[in-house]
């Protein structure tokens, strides 16, 4: 049996499903002390912090 090819609308489809699914998995919500806890490095830690610092010079 031959390898159906799909059809530009189909690969489309299928690719914006992965990157949905992909962009809900980053945007998920992670557990304290889970395995997949999140990294001090990473662009939402750093963003939560920036966010802290303007709310507490705000509250002054």
């Known amino acids: 049996?031959?390898?159906t090819r799909l059809k530009r609308k189909d690969r489309k489809n299928k690719t914006v499903a992965r990157l949905d699914v992909q962009?809900?998995?980053i945007g998920s919500n992670?557990?304290?002390g889970s395995r997949s806890k999140e990294s001090a490095h990473s662009q939402v830690a750093k963003n939560n912090a920036v966010l802290a610092q303007v709310i507490a010079a705000q509250a002054k």
Request: charged share 20%.
């Open 23 to 25: 962009f809900l998995k």
């Open 30 to 32: 992670i557990e304290i």
């Open 1 to 3: 049996m031959g390898v």
